[in-house]
């Protein structure tokens, strides 16, 4: 398991935030956040560091997400 430090992680976080607000409030469950911190995660583990490259990481996941909710 990668280890983070602390920078990296309240970045990470702030990703995780705004990308749940782009996801409908009827959607935004515990499983749904969860689920984007993992491609939060794993973009870091990858090597993404920026706030714009771990948000666009969990971003492009949104729709195909949402469509298994369906």
Do not use: C, H, W
């Amino acid at each position: 398991m990668p280890s983070f430090d602390p920078e990296l992680i309240e970045v990470m976080r702030a990703a995780l935030d705004d990308v749940m607000t782009k996801i409908p409030v009827d959607q935004a469950t515990p499983a749904i956040k969860a689920r984007m911190a993992e491609f939060i995660l794993k973009a870091a583990a990858e090597g993404q560091t920026t706030y714009d490259g771990l948000l666009s990481a969990a971003s492009d996941q949104i729709q195909t997400i949402l469509s298994m909710l369906t």
